[in-house]
């Protein structure tokens, strides 16, 4: 790799636009997610009947990875022509610039935009100019058990909140254990339907910019003073009655919970009901859904998706073609007998299958006053703070009004855009002479004071080196470096793709960081789990390779395999499994606690056992990782060694301090070094069972920084997240190294 | 160990006994992974999870290879999976080589360097290799998919360790002999190697192939995507068929164990062992 080469690369990365695909005429692509992505199919079928000649190509891409899919095709030029979108997803991709304005082409088209739902046409207009339409939609309703309401003396389910609060007192006193209501702590969507249902407004006046929001006339502010503190209020009672379980709605399997009366009531979607019927087929004709209790006025929460037209499609007529097709009222409700997918066009509920179906009767009229969250794109990180400021509030650690007003500055902080210019002259000498400071850095290192070499040089060790350093370099270290500038500037969504948006901010991402509470109590637990999950780690690792290695045991490759099969179990099914071990209904472990005549514990949602739960996981998926390790080492300790020392006299226990241990040095320092690293970027076990809560006391660095650089587009600020977490590691590393030179002296 | 040692009935007995429990913990999950795939949807979330169902079905296979072409996704996870481990085990094998037993100036610096960059978190070079590729025309392609994980400082840094162990004196004897340095990695260190070898492999192999992001933002077309992606992108974003979901999971694990139980196999005492005598 030389000087040219790198530079090269690094002005290719600044400047590169490979030119577009051409355009051939007649055929579109159209993306769309899981299940809808497969079915999608059939109605591109009858399009293509109707417009012969037209070859619409359909791809599913998957829920999990979309966002990411979505916003590296705008990047890398590899859009669709069409998308489904998520409508929380909208104002992203307009800040990215990447949706096309759709005007001109609904003024011209016979599409009855005031036929969609209020709240489905909300998320596709910002400031008068359409940048999609609605597809499907869906809303949130309660489902409960009409069998356990009868029983406390209900056949009607209450219809505003006070009747609900006494509904939920009586039916939690009519049955044994368990609870009235699953209300999480920390799902702002919920909080949000009880919000404005109580009149609360969030974001009501969002001028544009944001900068000069909110005069201090007392009146406007992101959140409306009482209606938060009375909300809380009301949910509060619910928890402090345990009518709703302050810890453990994480850990419970909801199917299971509902089938046994643990959760009779609790709030969802219209994609619940077939779930329901499908899983818990013994439930039939004993639950029931029913509209949200109203507080002063209804108001439900809208979901649903979009389709959108990308910017950058060569197709544009077309493309509108099929998009004014798929949002018709007769494409509609022919998607919904295809999909269960609700129209988000008022005509197409007429058909018979719709208006005729009782379960659906409390969608359609939570539908007419259902309201989207507000369309800025900075929502998803609005939203992680609504759900730890409601979280605070409920467990009592701060007071409502305190929590309202913390979360308040929160989110003008978020909102206030940074009016800084910088020339793009400016700009790239900045760029390149932070790159070429750490280039320069590792030459002058490299080259320095050359270490003596004992004997001859071998000049063919670079052949041995060339394509492993090659790939690292471009792969690896110019990466390294670019993310390292990156966290000196203000790359967010808006710089994702438009890199004159971005601008250098000095050290201000570190500073920030050293003073957000979340990102230290994530360091904190980091720390917590690396200090306790490492030693465990690597002591069961090498007990169980010593185990497996032993001279009595039979039937190896059945232990070898058995030990590494947690590695390579898909994470959903472990998961699935370690939920059912801590749950506190019914789990593995709350009934050996009982036998044992103690209490039942929360393990996932108490505050204090929720870290060492996830440690206890993370050390059974991943010890047999290690393990291989230590059996491949064990294979090449000479047995002349064992022999020559049992000839001495030496017991087994001798034989592992004298022989094994010291031949397995070279090993161990490696399995050490990399389970430290490892540990110290703990995300997958946070990640899936409980998402960093409660009150972040699973939060983790690297989760923190996945959800700061991947759900919220703050790519500097996450990136400077890494660099704190990079030197943490170097500092621990660097002992590691300083201890094992240590130890090389003494041996 | 090598000397035989008379062992108690007793002290066999409580060694098996940990052995089998030890067992029953680390397969668990696994077993109801495969046993779920067989089951019916009523039956998969109750209060105890069951080990056999009580009726036994096929659905989930069925529905499994009705809703993706899995010869297709199979056939690109095998292409991926095979070639980034083989790149991996010869680029990274023939580094650690370097490293561990050539002597040139600058090696012990390099290697500390290399082991730096380890400890940045690969969340946030993502981004960035993905910008390298588009700059090099090389998204949407097999090169773009492969070359970023084909050498890897953890494999370079596990290798070294382990070669580090082997006799200096071996080597000695065959440059003695005449061999040239390429002949030494390849006739001598890499069989000598067999076990690390071998755990890199699985490594590789699973890391490659269990892989969902990458593959996924990668490659453009559905007909490109490999096993998991395909199978991720069956789900809806709330409604899950789990029993199809663990059929998939059972698919997409299976190879993984038989490649572990193909490698294992070469976790054989005293090769490097008898070398030295030799």
Known sequence: MTFKNTLAIAVLLFLCHPPKADAQSRQLTVWAMGAEGKLIRQAAEIFERRNPGVKIVTQAIPWTGAHEKLVTAVVGDMAPDISQMGTTWMPEFRAMNALEPLNGFISSSALDTGDFFPGARESNVHREQWYGLPWYVDTRVMFYRTDLAAQAGYNKFPEDWEEFYKFSRALKRSKN??????????????????????????????????????????????????????????????????????????????????????????????????????????????????????????????????????????????????????????????????????????????????????????????????????????????????????????????????????????????????????????????????????????????????????????????????????????????????????????????????????????????????????????????????????????????????????????????????????????????????????????????????????????????????????????????????????????????????????????????????????????????????????????????????????????????????????????????????????????????????????????? | MATVKRCSTAYKAVFYAFMVVSVIITLFPFVWMLSTSFKSPGEIFTRQPTILPQVWTLAGYKNLFAAVNMWLHLCNSVIYAVSLTALSVLFNAMAAYAFAKLRFPGREKLFALLLVTMMVPGQVTMLPVFLILKSMGLLNSYAGLVLPGSAAVFAIFMIRQFMMDIPEEILEAARIDGFSEFAIFWRIMLPLCRPIIATLTVFSFIGAWNDFLWPLIIMLREDKYTLPVALASINGQYNTDWGLLMAGAVVVVAPAVLVFLLAQKHYIKGIAAGAVKG
């Open chain 1, 177 to 747: 254990g368990g609870y009235a209501f699953a209300l999480p702590t920390n799902d702002w969507q919920i909080f949000l339907m009880f919000y404005w249902q109580n009149g609360g407004e969030l974001l009501k006046a969002t001028p544009v910019p944001y900068q000069g929001l909110w005069p201090s006339d007392g009146q406007s502010a992101p959140l409306t003073a009482g209606k938060f503190e009375e909300t809380i209020a009301y949910l509060k009672r619910f928890f402090d009655e345990k009518l709703a379980p302050l810890e453990g709605g994480h850990d419970t399997d909801l199917l299971t919970a509902f089938e046994s009366g643990y959760f009779p009531v609790f709030i969802s979607g219209p994609w619940m009901i077939s779930e329901l019927e499908i899983s818990k087929p013994q439930l039939n004709g004993r639950w029931a859904t029913a509209p949200l209790p109203a507080g002063k006025k209804r108001a439900s929460f809208m979901g649903g998706c979009n389709l959108v037209m990308f910017k950058s499609s060569p197709r544009k007529a077309l493309a509108w073609q099929f998009m004014e097709f798929m949002a018709g009222p007769e494409m509609q409700a022919k998607w919904y007998a295809a999909s269960g997918d609700l129209p988000s066009s008022r005509k197409a509920w007429s058909v018979p299958s719709l208006s005729g179906n009782p379960r659906l009767a409390s969608f359609r009229k939570e539908l007419d006053t259902a309201k989207a969250p507000p369309q800025v794109p900075e929502w998803e990180n609005i939203a992680g703070n609504i759900n730890d400021a409601v979280e605070e509030a409920v467990f009592g650690k701060v007071t409502a009004q305190a929590a309202r007003e913390k979360l308040s500055a929160r989110i003008e902080k978020i909102l206030v855009k940074s009016e800084r210019q910088q020339s793009a002259a400016f700009k790239i000498a900045l760029s390149l002479l932070l790159f070429m400071v750490p280039v320069c850095a590792v030459v002058l290192y490299l080259r320095g004071r050359r270490a003596s070499v004992g004997g001859k040089c071998q000049p063919i060790a670079i052949l041995f080196l060339l394509p492993a350093v090659l790939i690292l370099a471009v792969f690896l270290f110019i990466p390294i470096v670019a993310s390292f500038i990156a966290s000196m500037t203000n790359w967010n969504m808006y710089g994702v793709n438009d890199w004159t948006k971005i601008v250098f901010v000095g050290l201000e991402n570190y500073v920030g960081l050293f003073g957000d509470p979340v990102f230290l109590a994530g360091l904190r637990n980091t720390l917590v789990f690396a200090f306790i999950g490492v030693p465990v780690s690597v002591a069961l690792s090498l007990a169980m390779a010593l185990a497996l290695n032993a001279q009595i045991l039979r039937a190896k490759a059945f232990f070898r395999v058995a030990y590494f099969i947690p590695v390579i179990t898909t994470m959903v099914a472990v998961a699935i499994i370690w939920r059912w071990l801590y749950n506190p209904e019914f789990g593995l472990f709350n009934l050996a606690l009982e036998r044992l005549g103690l209490p039942a514990q929360s393990w996932l949602s108490n505050r204090w056992l929720a870290l060492p739960s996830l440690i206890l996981m993370a050390v059974w998926k991943g010890f047999g990782y290690n393990t291989i390790i230590f059996v491949a080492a064990l294979q090449s300790i000479p047995d002349s060694l064992y022999e020559s020392i049992a000839l001495d006299g030496a017991n087994s226990r001798q034989e592992f301090w004298y022989i094994t241990l010291p031949m397995l040095r070279n090993t161990a320092f490696f399995v050490i070094v990399m389970t430290t690293i490892g540990y110290l970027q703990f995300f997958a076990e946070p990640y899936i069972m409980t998402g960093g809560g409660p009150l972040n006391s699973t939060m983790s660095v690297v989760l923190y920084m996945y959800q700061q650089g991947f759900k919220f587009y703050n790519l500097g600020y996450a990136s400077a997240m890494a660099y704190i977490l990079f030197g943490l590691i170097f500092a621990f590393t660097t002992l590691q190294f300083r201890v094992q030179k240590k130890l090389e002296r003494t041996f």
